[in-house]
């Protein structure tokens, strides 16, 4: 079993920043891959961005240099700036542990205009 926990995460005014951390423990085999996904209301769940065991960085198309994501697949942080009203979500800590998929239980972010 694998548990991962979130933290950050809140209500930011458009332009600001927020920075969110999710930490993978309770396995003996480290994720192949962590990240986050978001998903906001009425709308499918979306990756926003993840890396994997080499390193490897993936980006959702709508992140166009805004968001970055740093650590490695024990714990990851995700930078978010200049944020929009519409990156306003719950965002999900995501992680694949044997060709299994774990999901955190959700941090919500909200951007007022």
């Known amino acids: 079993q694998v548990q991962l926990e979130e933290s950050g995460g809140g209500l930011v005014q458009a332009g600001g920043s927020l920075r969110l951390s999710c930490a993978a423990s309770g396995n003996t085999f480290s994720p192949t891959v962590i990240g986050w996904y978001r998903q906001a209301p009425g709308k499918q769940r979306e990756l926003v961005a993840s890396i994997t065991i080499d390193g490897r960085k993936t980006y959702g198309d709508f992140v166009k240099g805004r968001f970055t994501i740093t650590g490695d697949v024990a714990k990851v942080y995700l930078q978010m700036n200049s944020l929009k009203p519409e990156d306003t979500a719950v965002y999900y800590c995501?992680?694949?542990?044997?060709?299994?998929?774990?999901w955190g239980q959700g941090t919500q972010v909200t951007v007022s205009s």
């Open positions: 995501n992680a694949e542990v044997s060709l299994r998929n774990y």
